[in-house]
């Protein structure tokens, strides 16, 4: 599970299409429009700025490169659905795809909050975090797949001098922290409230520094992965 938002997760889903080589990959956004997927989707791989895109304020040259991008994301293997659905929802959806069109290599679900469980504990939203999450486990192997799925962050990190976050600001955690093969957490210094703000002057227009922290690996090390930089008007790493 990753702890961040849409963009850096589709990020991730769109260099997994390079190397795809045929392997599907399903992602189901319960917060987003697939064309609006589909746009942060093209901007980071067509390099024009997304305001622009949104706008249709292109010269001839970026209509021919989005042109160009369009055609060859047409041919990745990357199934978009959006809609607000229920964990068992996903399952049958995943487990048909699987019989009609073949294995999946990884499945994207943004994000846990807004998924809802079976309805048993309704009115306690930990229990029914927790419900979620054992089924996302239970799907990545029925499925033989990865599961990403990111999830909301508590506010708490932001009161704190250095917000570097824990296991524990996962909101509604539930299981998550337990289910979890790997919990990886995002974070921009510059949309931090509190901690020491990241001088800006060294970068290039849009860009800001971004770490990832490794909070749990179950077949590995955990750290920090530094020197990344978020290109906001690209939505890309």
Known sequence: YAAQTSSRCLNGVAHFA?????????VFSLEMQRKEIARRMLAGESGIDSRAIRRRDLDERS????????MRMEEWPIRLDSARMSVDAIRSKV???????????????DYIQLLTGSGKYKGNR??????????????????????????QMSRAIEGRATPVPTLADLRESGDI?????????MIRPD???NG??????????????????????RNGDVGEINDL???KRHNRI
């Open 177 to 185: 922290e337990n289910d979890a093969d790997k919990v990886l957490f």
């Open 126 to 151: 930990v229990a029914e975090i927790g419900e979620i999450t054992h089924a996302l486990k239970d799907l990545a192997m029925e499925a033989a797949c990865t599961v990403m799925a990111p999830a």
């Open 191 to 193: 949309m931090m409230a």
């Open 95 to 109: 487990l048909r795809g699987i019989a009609e069109r073949g294995p999946v290599a990884l499945v994207v679900i």
């Open 63 to 70: 209509v021919e490169r989005m042109i160009d991008t369009i």
């Open 229 to 231: 930089l978020f290109d």
């Open 18 to 26: 390079h190397w795809a080589r045929g392997h599907r990959v399903d």
């Open 196 to 217: 020491p703000r990241p001088d800006l002057s060294g970068y290039a227009d849009g860009f800001s520094p971004l770490t990832i922290y490794k909070a749990k690996d």
